[in-house]
T-cell receptor, first 114, second 113 residues
Framework: KAGVTQTPRYLIKTRGQQVTLSCSPISGHRSVSWYQQTPGQGLQFLFEYFSETQRNKGNFPGRFSGRQFSNSRSEMNVSTLELGDSALYLC?????????????FGEGSRLTVL | KNQVEQSPQSLIILEGKNCTLQCNYTVSPFSNLRWYKQDTGRGPVSLTI?????NTKSNGRYTATLDADTKQSSLHITASQLSDSASYIC????????????FGTGTKLQVIP
C-alpha cells in the first residue's frame, strides 16, 4: 500500500516568489492536513481538507492557501514568500477528519527562501 | 492557553539502555494524546494514540503511559537501538478537531554505541 507522497522534496525560492506543494494521500483517505515545521516553533497546523472542503484552519496569514481535488490529492500554495517561510512542510492523510484517527505523514517538502 | 511541554529537550544514551521521555500538557477538554517518532529529514511516524480511558499502550519496545489526572504522559524505550535516534514528539488534542491540536517541540534522542 503506497504511503503519502509529497512533491517536490526540496526547493529553493527567493523572497516575493510563490510556491505550490503537492500531496497525494493514501488511497481511500479523504482527509489531508498540512503542517509547517521549523526548528524554533516545531510543528504547526496550517489547514485540513476533507472531501474537497477546507474544514479547519490554523493561525497563518492569508498568503498560505490550499485546495483539495476530487481524487483527494491536495496542494498548498504560499504567495509572496518571506525568509521566515523557510521550513519543512508536511502533509498527513487520514480516513477520518476529526483528528481521532491515525495520521500518516509524508516525507515533507523542504522549502528554502533566499 | 493549551500547552504541551516535553522534557528533556535532548538526551544521549548508550545502546541497550532504557530511557523515559516526559510530556506534560494543559490541553482541555482532553481528547487524545499521541507520540510520534521523527527521523532527521523524514516525516513523523505514529507510535501510540491514547484516549482518556487508556493509561498504557505498547508498540514493540515503546510503551506510553498516560495519567489524565496529573496531565502527564511518558514514553519508555526499552533496550535502545541505534535506530531509535530520532526526535520524539508528543501531540495532544482537545475535543474540536484539528484546530484544537497542540504539538510539543520534541525530545531529541541520540543512541550511541
Amino acid at each position: 500500500k503506497a504511503g503519502v507522497t509529497q512533491t517536490p522534496r526540496y526547493l529553493i525560492k527567493t523572497r516575493g516568489q510563490q510556491v505550490t506543494l503537492s500531496c497525494s494521500p493514501i488511497s481511500g483517505h479523504r482527509s489531508v492536513s498540512w503542517y509547517q515545521q521549523t526548528p524554533g516553533q516545531g510543528l504547526q497546523f496550517l489547514f485540513e481538507y476533507f472531501s474537497e472542503t477546507q474544514r479547519n484552519k490554523g493561525n497563518f496569514p492569508g498568503r498560505f492557501s490550499g485546495r483539495q481535488f476530487s481524487n483527494s490529492r491536495s496542494e498548498m500554495n504560499v504567495s509572496t514568500l518571506e525568509l521566515g517561510d523557510s521550513a519543512l512542510y508536511l502533509c498527513a492523510s487520514s480516513r477520518t477528519g476529526d483528528f481521532t484517527g491515525e495520521l500518516f505523514f509524508g516525507e515533507g517538502s523542504r522549502l528554502t527562501v533566499l | 492557553k493549551n500547552q504541551v511541554e516535553q522534557s528533556p529537550q535532548s538526551l544521549i544514551i548508550l545502546e541497550g539502555k532504557n530511557c523515559t521521555l516526559q510530556c506534560n500538557y494543559t490541553v482541555s477538554p482532553f481528547s487524545n494524546l499521541r507520540w510520534y517518532k521523527q527521523d532527521t529529514g523524514r516525516g513523523p511516524v505514529s507510535l501510540t494514540i491514547m484516549t482518556f480511558s487508556e493509561n498504557t499502550k505498547s508498540n514493540g519496545r515503546y510503551t506510553a503511559t498516560l495519567d489524565a489526572d496529573t496531565k502527564q504522559s511518558s514514553l519508555h524505550i526499552t533496550a535502545s537501538q541505534l535506530s531509535d535516534s530520532a526526535s520524539y514528539i508528543c501531540v495532544v488534542s482537545a475535543a474540536g478537531g484539528y484546530q484544537k491540536v497542540t504539538f510539543g517541540t520534541g525530545t531529541k534522542l541520540q543512541v550511541i554505541p
